[in-house]
């Protein structure tokens, strides 16, 4: 079965510096997604960014981009420019391509911002 | 665009009553939906998907019987909590997809109390 861990289940980090959260997976698959959601206090859950398994580049939305390791199965997220509406859960999710296509997601990481 | 509708936000209700929870699927047609439920400070866990027009999959240790959805059109899925007691009080959530090769969007999410 696919696992996604989180390590970190709290991270900080001063507003307009940068910060970068882990995620680690585990799957025998050769083709799949990797995604990172934000669950800020109101608990809506939004998508930050995907990651298509079988492309090289890594993907970036603005401020937030991603270090995609295949080999390594690691898959972390770097917020640039870190922002006060930033602060929220960060949840790591995996989905398998092919079969059963559910969202296994990671324990989640506390990010806080200092102003 | 991609939103996800979900409702009510907030019930209460006593123990021994059934509550239905909405999710909508407002600006596109939603072949497969997902319900979730999360624990305070916890990671998402998947309840059931449930693709329209046919019986909802229930992951491993999700009693069929007390948590009943149904997803009788593209754009509507229902999950109701029958007989709810005080341990069915948590946070729930539902997801929408489209296509199978398309990121699940989120609804706010029902927080559920028994009293």
């Known amino acids: 079965a696919q696992t996604v861990t989180q390590s970190q289940p709290e991270m900080s980090v001063q507003e307009a510096e940068t910060v970068t959260l882990s995620c680690t997976y585990d799957?025998?698959?050769?083709?799949?997604?990797l995604f990172w959601y934000k669950q800020p206090p109101s608990r809506q859950m939004i998508l930050v960014i995907r990651?298509?398994?079988?492309?090289?580049q890594n993907a970036t939305e603005n401020r937030f981009s991603v270090n995609f390791q295949k080999a390594a199965k690691s898959f972390s997220l770097k917020i640039s420019d870190s922002q006060l509406g930033d602060a929220a859960m960060y949840f790591c999710?995996?989905?398998?391509?092919?079969?059963?296509?559910?969202?296994?997601f990671g324990q989640g990481t506390r990010l806080t911002i200092n102003p | 665009g991609a939103v996800v509708s979900q409702h009510p936000s907030w019930v209460i209700c006593k123990s021994g009553t059934s509550v239905k929870i909405e999710c909508r699927s407002l600006?596109?047609?939603?072949?497969?939906m997902f319900w979730y439920r999360q624990f305070p400070k916890q990671s998402l866990m998947l309840m059931a998907t449930?693709?329209?027009?046919?019986?909802?999959?229930?992951e491993q240790g999700v009693e069929k019987d007390k948590f009943l959805i149904n997803h009788a059109s593209l754009t509507l899925s229902t999950l109701t909590v029958t007989s709810a007691h005080p341990e069915d009080s948590s946070f729930y959530i539902c997801?929408?997809?489209?296509?199978?090769?398309?990121?699940?969007?989120f609804g706010d999410g029902t927080r559920l109390s028994i009293l």
């Open positions: 997801s929408a997809r489209r296509f199978v090769d398309q990121p699940q969007h």
């Open positions: 799957t025998s698959e050769s083709d799949y997604y």
């Open positions: 990651q298509e398994a079988y492309k090289q």
């Open positions: 999710a995996y989905r398998r391509i092919q079969g059963a296509q559910k969202l296994v």
């Open positions: 600006d596109f047609q939603a072949t497969t």
């Open positions: 449930s693709n329209e027009g046919s019986k909802a999959t229930y």
